[in-house]
C-alpha cells in the first residue's frame, strides 16, 4: 500500500516562497505521474502541477511562472517549489500519485499540507 506524506506548509506573506516535499513508500514511484493539487475553502480540488515519470511537466495557468514541480526518484520524493506566493494560493494542498495505464484509476492521496498566504 503507498503512503504519502506531504511537509512544508505553514504561514507565508504575500510574495513570498515555501517549498512542499511528498515522500511515497512502495516500489512505484519511478513509473507513477506525480501530482500537487490545491483545495482553497469553498472551492473544489484543482490540479496545480504535476510531473510524469520522465519528467514532463504540466501547470494550471494561474501558478505558471511561480511554481515548480520536480522529482528525486533515488528519494521517492517530489517538490512543489513555489514562489511569489498571493493570497488566492491559500489551500491545503495534497501530493497524488497515480499509476498511468491503469482501470480503474490507481491512485493514492496524501492527507494535506495546509498553506496560508497572508496581504
Known amino acids: 500500500q503507498v503512503q504519502l506524506v506531504e511537509s512544508g506548509g505553514g504561514l507565508v506573506q504575500a510574495g513570498g516562497s515555501l517549498r512542499l516535499s511528498c515522500v511515497a513508500s512502495?516500489?512505484?514511484?519511478?513509473?507513477?505521474?506525480m501530482g500537487w493539487y490545491r483545495q482553497a475553502p469553498g472551492k473544489q480540488r484543482e490540479l496545480a502541477a504535476s510531473?510524469?515519470?520522465?519528467?514532463?511537466?504540466d501547470y494550471a495557468d494561474s501558478v505558471k511562472g511561480r511554481f515548480t514541480i520536480s522529482r528525486d526518484s533515488a528519494k521517492n520524493t517530489v517538490y512543489l517549489q513555489m514562489n511569489s506566493l498571493k493570497p488566492e494560493d491559500t489551500a491545503v494542498y495534497y501530493c497524488?500519485?497515480?499509476?498511468?495505464?491503469?482501470?480503474?484509476?490507481?491512485?493514492?492521496w496524501g492527507k494535506g499540507t495546509l498553506v496560508t498566504v497572508s496581504s
Open positions: 497524488n500519485l497515480r499509476v498511468p495505464g491503469t482501470w480503474p484509476v490507481r491512485e493514492n
Open positions: 512502495g516500489s512505484i514511484f519511478s513509473i507513477a505521474v
Open positions: 510531473i510524469g515519470s520522465g519528467g514532463s511537466t
